[in-house]
């Protein structure tokens, strides 16, 4: 088992940036592959970007890249994502999981969630 918790979410303006954390608890966090997922109003879940158990590898949406950098200290065992240059679309609840299997970029893939962190970008 995997304890999740998200913070740093909050109402930014258009080309601002945030960090978001999620912090682990339970089971070994190291082992896991990590994502971030967010979700808009009326939309499904989607994929942001994700950081290997290592940390040596990342994975990230075309429309991500170059504005999103994950990151993970497995001795705090936290996972982190900064994004800059944030536009209105960007405003969604943010998820961070922690996967089993599977690819990376599939909600399918992750065993563990947490809660959410909302984040608002205003224009």
């Known amino acids: 088992q995997v304890q999740l918790v998200e913070s740093g979410g909050g109402l930014v303006q258009a080309g601002g940036s945030l960090r978001l954390s999620c912090a682990a608890s339970g089971d070994t966090f190291s082992s896991f592959d990590m994502g971030w997922f967010r979700q808009a109003p009326g939309k499904e879940r989607e994929f942001v970007a994700a950081?290997?158990?290592?940390?040596?590898?990342?994975y990230a949406t075309d429309s991500a890249k170059g504005r999103a950098t994950i990151s993970r200290d497995n001795a705090k065992g936290t996972v982190y994502l900064e994004m800059d240059s944030l536009k209105p679309e960007d405003t969604a609840v943010y998820y961070c999981?922690?996967?089993?299997?599977?690819?990376?970029?599939?909600?399918?893939?992750?065993?563990?969630w947490g809660q959410g962190t909302q984040v608002t970008v205003s224009s």
């Open positions: 950081i290997a158990w290592t940390g040596h590898k990342t």
């Open positions: 999981a922690a996967a089993s299997a599977g690819p990376v970029e599939r909600v399918g893939s992750y065993t563990y």
